[in-house]
């Protein structure tokens, strides 16, 4: 039923496919050991561009909000991965309360809620859903487009527990990225709190992100012998960026160019003929909000009204004062003629899905997760810890295997900025 | 395409699989408590044998042989397993050898073996395939039904390590069941070994399994507060038996007797119309040879010559002294006239799948694992951890949880097991 993607694909990127391929013991060897060193998140997506000459991961989420858009088919997987999750991190746990997004009017997001609960009831746990919304005052019952519903009831806070009427959760999985701020319902809380408040865009900055990421992306490459650079864009995080001000951008646009410059010179030593772009966005938050795609430095020094007005506020009327110039990674991967972009999802430090972002109406160049674009999720119909080494690269389960590795790479870099961040905060709140 | 099974199910059974239903949170924790405690094996399958009044494992077999069995569409659950368990056991390895039985002419046990390195490929080991049967002296390309070829090479010992030519493995894993006792090529290695040499059937006894299983039923009843004799067949052991003697068995008679007596009692209870029956097995050993089944004590006194030579002798043409008499479980699943019985699939701790051995000429008071008996294997079409506690417990799903749930139990009992003997075997290693 899920038609297949016509990718054309060659060069250094047919290459790290294959020597991934390769190296599986390799790679499966060294990841034991990453993850005997640090703590996976409980559950996360990475957002990966495939450009034929670089597969590269440009946003890891730590909220995943697309459950409901995986294969129904691999749950199991979720399953079983979220029990390994529960055992490692909170073993006792037997009622968990999940937190969602505010905005629980969107019927597709409360799809993914519904689906995560189902994940974790059948993992065994107790579960219920409560809102951290203040305006959520009274149980909801909130229609599914299954015709079934889900209860979401306001969540009381009693000493230092989060609780519902008659439930009273060992553990707190937030599926709220915290965009606003960490509210004071969730401070010092006794109960388990997964993914821990410093994982939440409040606190957490893509620069940082994607500082672990080189680190791991150049373990991974030495580990292989390959240029990381075909797994890892270049970037740059600026301060002090008004955009609200209308003053002529000339640091970000010396940034720009700098990304730019160092880009032509990669993709002339791969004869690439695309022409390098940057992606602007901003440091912290997400949803697409606050991003912007550049071909040439000049595009950013006059920036218009509404130019400017996109870039300065992102999800809960944040200002963005903060942004990363990111080496742009085009997208060649499509269906027809439309532009597709994979999402990997993990659980523990398990791949257990993922899906296409599909798009009929943007470039190969553009951000394809952005508000009010309705983009049409294509479900992977295999699962990514499928290889088969005697097989060619280009062969389904052996692409997925490829996208999972890259998306654990970044998962890894999370678990090691979750822990960096854990000091700062704890820090924060000694001094604070 | 897979038939569904129809069972006629009702009393205590439907109450208990409710109550399974019910309690998965509390049985999920006490679960995860149990594997902080105790390490589960490698693998494992589990036979069944769900009468409608009692749903029961019959045999625990620590090196599994119908991976191929298993529905291919769960295969995921194995790899992502293989991945636990081997972080868990041995995170250090890279190269794995596979040691398979010695009669690999069975094409059904090849694909078995083929399926197995399959999942261990995918799960990102290097591995290969090494046969301690002394008349393999060449390697061998094994002929697959699927046209493809499995090459087995006779394995070499160098000092303390089993090694191929270029392929020293960190680990060892047995699809050898050791009947013919532990040969000298496994003693004393400084490689991991999965499972332990202690569980081989040389030294495994069925009946200090089924002790085991007898604490962890009853542990788990009082949880779920229900009798346990509905999961926990009565059973007995009996020393120093001679079938071949050919004398009275008064003593074996005696213990079939006590069985019964004890089972009538409970059928009793519950208004069981069923005749009581027992099976009597060599309490070692597997291969379902050694066994019979028995509704009168008095059909055990004077045995025939060809009953006594049926239960004399075991696999690898080891003696029977010692016997396990075990309260017969009636298979009432069917499938139009054929009977079926469940066997679980368990890679670590988590349950990967199932079939049912499917047979149109036994009846449901007769043991299904039988030498030469060609049973058609029916795989599991849901995963077994995908409980739906909102349907009824006859849906499928349920049915398959439940099996999983059971089957855990006597994992678990197995792991306990394996404790116990790991010191016995010491001290026998140190003492002998």
């Known amino acids: 039923m899920v038609p297949h993607l016509t990718t054309a694909l060659s060069g250094p990127l047919l290459t790290l496919e294959r020597y991934i391929l390769d190296s599986m013991s390799t790679i499966e060897h060294w990841m034991r ?6 703590e996976a998140p409980f559950y996360a997506s990475v957002d990966l561009r495939n450009s034929g000459f670089k597969l ?37 746990a037997q009622k968990l309360l999940i937190i969602p ?12 809620v519904a689906t995560l609960h189902l ?30 519903h889900l209860l979401i009831e306001p969540v009381q806070r009693v000493g230092r527990r989060l609780v519902l009427p008659d439930f009273d959760p060992c553990a707190v999985l937030l599926n709220n990225d915290l965009s606003a701020g960490i509210p004071d319902i969730l401070k010092d809380l006794d109960q388990w709190l997964l993914p821990p408040l410093q994982a939440g865009w409040s606190l957490r900055r893509k620069s940082v992100h994607f500082s672990h990421y080189d680190e791991v992306a150049g373990e991974f490459a030495r580990l292989l012998d390959v240029d990381p650079w075909v797994i890892n864009p270049y970037f740059n995080a600026l301060d002090g960026v008004d955009f609200a001000a209308g003053k002529d951008q000339v640091e970000l646009a010396e940034t720009v160019n700098d990304i730019l410059v160092k880009t032509r010179k990669k993709y002339k030593e791969y004869g690439i003929e695309n022409r390098p772009f940057v992606i602007i966005k901003a440091d912290a938050g997400t949803y697409g909000m606050g991003i912007m795609s550049v071909h040439d430095a000049s595009e950013v020094v006059h920036l218009n009204r509404k130019q400017r007005n996109r870039m300065a506020v992102v999800k809960e009327g944040m200002k963005v004062s903060r942004v990363m110039v990111q080496e742009g990674v085009y997208t060649f991967e499509n269906i027809n003629e439309a532009v597709a972009e994979p999402v990997v999802y993990m659980m523990d430090h398990y791949v257990v899905g993922g899906f296409y972002r599909v798009h009929t ?11 009010g674009m309705h983009f049409v999720p294509l479900a ?25 590795v890259v998306a654990r790479l970044a998962l890894l870099a999370a678990a090691r900025e979750i822990e960096g961040t854990r000091l700062d905060f704890q820090e924060m709140q000694v001094t604070g």
């Open 361 to 371: 109406s943007r470039g190969d160049d553009e951000n394809l997760n952005a508000p």
């Open 101 to 112: 997004e505010n905005h629980t009017r969107n019927t597709f997001y409360l799809q993914n």
């Open 119 to 148: 994940i974790l009831r059948q993992a065994g746990l107790n579960v219920r859903i409560g809102s951290i919304n203040p305006e959520v005052k009274a149980p909801i019952q909130m229609a599914l487009s299954n015709g079934s």
């Open 380 to 404: 992977f119909e295999a699962a990514c810890c499928t290889p088969d080494p005697a097989a060619c690269p280009e062969v389904l389960a052996n692409r997925f295997y490829a996208y999972g």
């Open 33 to 38: 050991g990453q993850w005997r060193d640090h």
């Open 56 to 92: 590269a991961p440009v946003d890891t989420n730590l909220f995943p909000g697309g459950f409901n858009n995986l294969n129904p088919d691999f749950l199991p997987l979720c399953i079983q991965a979220t029990t390994s999750a529960i055992e490692k991190i909170c073993p006792d």
